[in-house]
């Protein structure tokens, strides 16, 4: 028997009131579910309801949300005070620390007080969803629901299918899922799943870039926001996430693909962790931050800042990288100048190694 993920008053549990778990909670709500938030630390649990509130009101400010339906996703927001209080849920979405040992502990839990068809799911971020539902009885109604940061902008979610879950898990989450106005896709439990597998470049490939001090992170941030037009550069995007979330994360994928040298990360990455700078939520990361947690940017180098570049060496044109640099108004150099940037697409290979095959790194920068 499986839960009815059409029920109009659909209860979602969620364990952890962190960034993600706020999220999860505030996309139930404004999908016309209640959500019921529980969280170890003290006060926790009322402090995410009270920011989520905040929230709601600044959408019904913008016209984003009617005054009726805001008011109803806030009278549909529950801070519980145990665990216990998640019993008739028929969803629990997990979002603690990104560690097994703990999170098999909090499924088990999670289990004992739950009905024996309340979907269990993990907002995991890496970990095999079969390693955590090795430790419960019912494993066909455990899944991955794996969202994005910041949740109620990010619209995909990916719904893990482990070797036990069953169809009609998938099924509900699915429904569940659209329900909370997300994009669901299913992908297999492996570890990373699709999105944190697939961009796992953008963390290693700028944590290496770094370590090898070829550029400062905010050097390396600038070119791929205001140049690649990503939203974030990877050193803000690490800060943001956490970097008790993102390391341990890369650790996992490194170790699940059995050591995969493209998929390590950098010790400056440890060093972060290592040293509590965690990124915005301790107010230091690669980034110092002011008094309203706003990032403090190092100037830029006038001479990249001034001096956009004009011309660009291309040593081997692959996918059309050549016709891409001279659309963005660059002039393509015969050869190396020793002083104009150098474009390579490491394309199934680390930057690194395609520095080192092309002979990149006998000239001076
Ligand atoms: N931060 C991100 O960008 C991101 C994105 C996708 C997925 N995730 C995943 O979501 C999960 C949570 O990440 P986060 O960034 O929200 O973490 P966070 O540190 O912001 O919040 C975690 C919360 O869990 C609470 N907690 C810890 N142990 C608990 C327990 N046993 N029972 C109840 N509450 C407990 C903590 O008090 C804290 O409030 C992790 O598995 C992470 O990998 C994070």
């Given at each position: 028997m499986s839960i009815d993920p059409h029920k109009e008053n659909l209860k979602v549990g969620v364990i952890g009131a962190g960034a993600m778990g706020r999220g999860i909670a505030q996309v139930s709500v404004t999908g016309g579910m209640q959500a019921l938030i529980f969280d170890t630390a003290d006060g926790a649990a009322q402090k995410a309801c009270d920011f989520i509130g905040g929230m709601i009101d600044r959408s019904v400010e913008k016209g984003r949300l009617s005054e009726t339906d805001g008011s109803n996703?806030?009278?549909?927001?529950?801070?519980?005070?145990?665990?216990?209080?998640?019993?008739?849920?028929?969803?629990?979405?997990?979002?603690?620390?990104?560690?097994?040992?703990?999170?098999?502990?909090?499924f088990q839990q999670i289990e004992s007080v739950v009905r024996k068809e309340t979907i269990i799911a993990s907002n995991t971020s890496s970990i095999r969803i079969a390693s955590i539902a090795s430790a419960c009885t019912h494993k066909d109604r455990i899944a991955g629901l794996h969202f994005f940061n910041p949740v109620p902008l990010m619209k995909l979610v990916e719904v893990i299918n482990a070797t036990e879950t069953s169809a009609e898990t998938i099924e509900a989450l699915n429904v569940i899922g659209k329900r909370m106005g997300r994009v669901p896709v299913v992908v297999k439990d492996a570890p990373g799943f699709l999105v944190n597998l697939g961009g796992r470049?953008?963390?290693?490939?700028?944590?290496?870039l770094a370590a090898e001090g070829v550029a400062q992170?905010?050097?390396?941030?600038?070119?791929?926001?205001?140049?690649?037009?990503?939203?974030?550069g990877p050193f803000e995007l690490a800060d943001l996430t956490g970097i008790d979330v993102n390391f341990p994360v890369s650790q996992i994928i490194y170790s699940g693909y059995f050591y995969?040298?493209?998929?390590?990360?950098?010790p400056i990455h440890e060093s972060m962790m290592?040293?509590?700078r965690l990124g915005r939520k301790t107010k230091?990361?690669?980034?110092?931050?002011?008094?309203n947690g706003q990032i403090i940017y190092p100037d830029l180098d006038p001479k990249i800042k001034d001096n956009p570049a004009a011309r660009a060496y291309v040593p081997e044109d692959i996918e059309g990288l050549e016709p891409i640099a001279r659309d963005i108004g660059l002039s393509i150099l015969k050869e190396d100048d020793g002083i104009s940037p150098i474009l390579v697409a490491p394309v199934g290979e680390d930057c690194t190694s395609v520095v080192h095959r092309l002979g990149l790194m006998s000239k001076e920068p």
């Open positions: 996703a806030k009278n549909n927001l529950i801070a519980a005070e145990k665990l216990e209080d998640l019993s008739d849920c028929d969803l629990v979405v997990e979002a603690i620390v990104e560690n097994l040992d703990v999170k098999q502990k909090v470049a953008y963390t290693t490939e700028a944590m290496r992170p905010h050097e390396i941030d600038a070119i791929m926001r205001d140049a690649c037009g990503f939203r974030m995969d040298k493209r998929l390590a990360t950098s290592e040293a509590g230091a990361g690669f980034y110092d931050y002011d008094d």
